[in-house]
């Protein structure tokens, strides 16, 4: 190789790909090879080639399978949820039973918590009541 070749060589690799280790040509070979360092397509290529590799150790069959069991099963709660959306409905309708019931069974804890307050109030001003009972009561 010329010296005129050689430096071009060292030049041309040090200029455009300055971390590449430096580069030697064989000029007595016919046609000669000029050494080259990946670009970024072959760079490209081994990432996809990965990707696939790792795509391919997949197990794809039991994930599907495992995929098809959770949408069956997501389908019954979607269907177990309407219906309780459905009753849920049902019992807020405002003539209902259930609203009725509702409102009657408020009624009458109104009433007790209310009795409850009277008597909380009388044996605030009377605790001798709880011994003795009230006055005027026959005993």
Known sequence: MSAHAASFVAAFSSDFFPSAPPATVDWSQDPVQLPTIPGQLQTMEASVEHIITKLNQMPMKEIAESLQKTMGDLDLTLVSARGTIDSAGTMVRP???????????LEEVRRAARSVRVLADYLDRHPEALIRGKKGEAK
């Open 95 to 105: 003539n209902s039973p259930q609203a009725q019931q509702l409102d009657s069974t």
